[in-house]
């Protein structure tokens, strides 16, 4: 059954079980019997919650507002003029806002088509429509929050995962740099050592100091530190002796 949200707070909470509910169990019988139920039951309902979020999200309020509960049409009344005022600007309001000011102007219509007696056909589709209002300005609102709550996640762990890969990165360059600059101090001391040899000696030394490259899950493979000696040489960063260079393993020494 439909429960009032007066605070103006929330969007409109209604789901469509809730509005079949009503209809089903409430209005349609008692329409059967006589009553006017849509508009001394439904309409006030709709209409009271769409001027508490107007009051609420926004700054409109009627001049010298009448007493709800001691003149409630006339109440009710001057809220629908600012109401139909607000609709020339209404998308210089928030979603909330703009779905109360639309369920009460479309309550307002379908309560005159009523009262006068309107083409039945007009009642129908101002009814759908109060139905439709009522539905976009509530899980309508409440998905679209849904929707941009997620997608402010997604961009935060995007953020961080972006952040993460450029320190890693970062680590990563300052493994290679230092492997190129280690390398430089090997092969001026051991001009013959082979550069297989360098890489695995490397790795070592990267294994060793991993503390200092907190965002490098792994160390570079020893064929990968070959590389960058390589592609060092090739840019001249690094001079590489050739003797290094030789495929095999170096000869052992006879004695």
């Not at 001394?40 to 309020?61: D, G, H, Y």
């Not at 209002?133 to 409440?142: C, H, R, T």
């Not at 092969?187 to 200092?212: F, H, Q």
Request: proline share 5%.
């Amino acid at each position: 059954m439909l429960k009032p949200i007066n605070d103006g707070s929330a969007p409109f909470h209604d789901d469509p079980n809730d509005i079949a509910h009503h209809l089903r169990d409430n209005a349609i019988r008692n329409i059967q019997a006589g009553q006017s139920f849509i508009s001394e039951v439904t309409l006030p309902f709709f209409e009271m919650e769409a001027i508490s979020r107007i009051k609420k999200q926004t700054n409109i309020c009627p001049e010298n507002e009448p007493n709800r509960n001691k003149e409630r049409e006339l109440w009710r009344q001057k809220w629908v003029c600012e109401a139909q005022f607000a609709e020339r600007n209404i998308y210089n309001y928030e979603p909330v806002a703009q779905a109360a000011i639309r369920v009460l102007l479309t309550s307002a219509r379908l309560r005159s088509a009523i009262d006068d007696n309107s083409a039945p056909q007009m009642i129908a589709a101002l009814s759908m429509l109060l139905a439709c209002e009522v539905l976009e300005g509530g899980y309508m609102i409440k998905f679209e929050s849904i929707k941009t709550e997620n997608e402010t996640v997604i961009k935060k762990e995007k953020e961080t995962y972006i952040k993460s890969i450029g320190a890693e990165s970062a680590d990563q360059e300052r493994a290679r740099q230092a492997c190129i600059v280690k390398a430089k101090e090997i092969w001026s001391k051991y001009p013959t050592k082979r550069i297989g040899v360098v890489a695995k000696e490397l790795y070592d030394l990267l294994l060793e100091n991993i503390e200092k490259l907190p965002t490098l899950d792994l160390i570079p493979a020893k064929d990968t530190i070959r590389g960058w000696l390589k592609q060092a040489g090739k840019d001249g960063k690094l001079y590489i002796p050739e003797a290094a260079q030789q495929r095999g393993r170096p000869k052992k020494s006879v004695n």
